[in-house]
């Protein structure tokens, strides 16, 4: 949990902590696009957070699923399990 506020609150730190240094880089190239057209659109300064956030999700999402699929296959499927 905390590294969502990190993200949320310092993108491209949160990002790299959590193994992800080009979706850093590419969130610092965000931050200078978004406040350069932030000053019009302020929507747009939400968004450097919002792709940490959610890139930190989707990391997080892919290791939950990669250790299911180990685990499933080394101790092979649930008891009650019917292949479709």
């Given at each position: 949990m905390p590294i969502y506020v990190l993200a949320a609150l310092?993108?491209?730190?949160?990002l790299l902590l959590n193994?992800?240094?080009f979706s850093?880089?590419?969130n610092l190239v965000l931050i200078v696009f978004c406040a350069v057209f932030?000053?019009?659109f302020h929507v747009?300064?939400?968004v450097p957070s919002a792709h940490a956030v959610i890139a930190v999700h989707m990391?997080?999402?892919d290791?939950?699923?990669r250790e299911m699929v180990e685990a499933i296959?080394?101790?092979g499927p649930p008891p009650g399990y019917r292949a479709p």
């Open positions: 310092l993108p491209p730190i949160g193994g992800q240094p850093a880089i590419f932030g000053l019009f747009l300064l939400l990391k997080r999402e290791r939950r699923h296959r080394r101790h």
